[in-house]
């Protein structure tokens, strides 16, 4: 933010990175708004995007991990990986495509990221809730979270463009709430995840599988 040359989507003419005026996507351009060179900030753009898609990667991994363990959570875990990981590798496109070099590439993939990203939430709070060895909040998180993104989306889906001064405040600040929800909720499920990893339980067995044990 601080190489970011200046411009935004409707104003050429300002200086710096405006918190509610630039979207996140503005600052791996290689050619700011005011057409002046960001070679430098869309590098480190791209490098903080891969950092956060590792981050991602790394807490849901670490969480269906555990969640496979659980009988009764395993299927929608398996669900939520197979969705998680074109989460991740959409994020991936988005932060290594500059929206000034590929903007097709780099719109179809912000919208898949973030729109297929819900889903993969909404199947670990499933997953948890069906396992005991997580608390309530774990999965109250999980949910809560898939409808602060479910919100949003559908915000600025139906909510005003950004062709409009207060119509572009609106869909940066939105994207701003949306990514601080998920940095905050990450937070949260990784702590809740290290406490069940730590207490070393064994989940517990189904009344169908353990009938089936003991009949055999």
């Known amino acids: 933010m601080l190489l970011y040359p200046g411009g935004t989507f409707r104003d ?10 630039n979207f996140l996507s503005d ?19 791209g490098a903080g995007a891969l950092v956060g898609v590792l981050s991602l990667a790394a807490c849901i991994v670490a969480t269906l991990r555990l969640l496979g363990d659980a009988p009764t959570a395993r299927r929608f875990a398996r669900l939520a990986a197979g969705v998680g ?13 500059p ?19 819900p889903i993969t939430t909404a199947l670990l709070a499933i997953a948890t809730i069906r396992d005991a060895r997580f608390r309530k909040r774990a999965a109250a998180g999980w949910a809560v979270l898939t409808l602060v993104l ?3 989306i559908a915000a600025a889906i139906l909510g005003p463009k950004p062709d409009t001064d207060s119509g572009l405040v609106t869909q940066v600040v939105m994207q ?3 990514v601080m929800a998920i940095l905050i909720a990450l937070w949260v499920e990784s702590g809740e995840a290290d406490l ?14 353990a009938a089936s044990v003991t009949a055999g």
Request: charged share 10%; aromatic share 10%.
């Open 12 to 21: 050429e003419s300002t200086r710096g990175y405006s918190f509610t005026h």
């Open 27 to 45: 600052l791996g351009n290689t050619v700011a708004f005011n057409y002046q060179r960001n070679l430098a900030g869309s590098v480190l753009f």
């Open 176 to 178: 701003k709430i949306m």
């Open 85 to 97: 990981v074109l989460t991740c590798v959409a994020f991936l496109v988005v932060g290594l495509t």
């Open 150 to 152: 479910v919100g949003l």
């Open 99 to 117: 929206a000034d070099q590929a903007w097709q590439l780099h719109s179809v993939a912000g919208k898949l990221a973030f729109r297929s990203l």
């Open 196 to 209: 069940v990893h730590r207490s070393g339980t064994t989940p517990s067995i189904p009344d169908e599988a």
